[in-house]
């Protein structure tokens, strides 16, 4: 239900694909990320959500440079932010190698695309027992959900008894990784539309100069919000932002003034925890 539980922010502030010929802001070294985790977190962030480079600024799953990552923020911030990997593919790696560098690092949190992790049937029991290990090890997943079909997939798969979460975590994708692309509000929709399955908790990110309406749409109706220079460069109005956390502060100032508390850390932990 709205407002029953308070809305997290969560900063995604560099991505795949992006490099700072985009933004010179957009972090890439270990200690930039540190940088921005920190002023993310003094901006309202109650999650960072982490992409690593290789010498090349090129997109990298690698235990190692997720090792450096993290400790990196760690220093930075500590545990007041909660620290979230990506397994995103960007068309470079196989499911297994994907699933593969996750056991690695064991990261406190982890975003896994159904689409790249389950392709086809074939998959289903793979992505299953892969996600028992993260429930083993205390590593929370967060589902990445392009289409409501790609919702009632997941709710299918947890009807067979394959998912071994009660209440996975979400995150709904309003649009796509395409040039010029610009979600907007109504695109939340098909996802809460009557007949698709509902998820107790769930995350929305969004494109382009909207996004801040995007998730704030998502925080009034119960949602979480994702802001950063993967999906976005600029502020509401159009004026390019300086940097990850004038995404973060102009989320907060938008949730806030509809009357919306926003979660720390350690109250998202906690909604996680009881998902």
Known sequence: MPYQNRVAIAVAP?????TKADHPALPITPDELADVAAASFE???AMIHVHVRDRDARHLLDAEAYQAATAAIRTSV??????????EALGIYRPEEQMRVVLEVRPEAVSLAL?????DPTREAAFAAFLETLRREKVTPQIILYTPEEATYLAALAGRGLIPFDNLPVLYVLGRYTVGQTSRPTD????LAPGIAAASHWMVCAFGSQETACVTTAALLGGHARVGLENNLFLPGGALASGNQDLVAATRRAVEACGVTLADADALRRQ???A
């Open 43 to 45: 901006a309202g962030a």
């Open 78 to 87: 500590g545990d007041r932010l909660v620290l979230q990997i990506t397994s």
């Open 14 to 18: 560099n991505g795949g694909r992006r």
């Open 272 to 274: 996680w925890a009881a």
């Open 115 to 119: 689409r790249e992790l389950v392709p």
């Open 188 to 191: 939340l929709l098909p996802f």
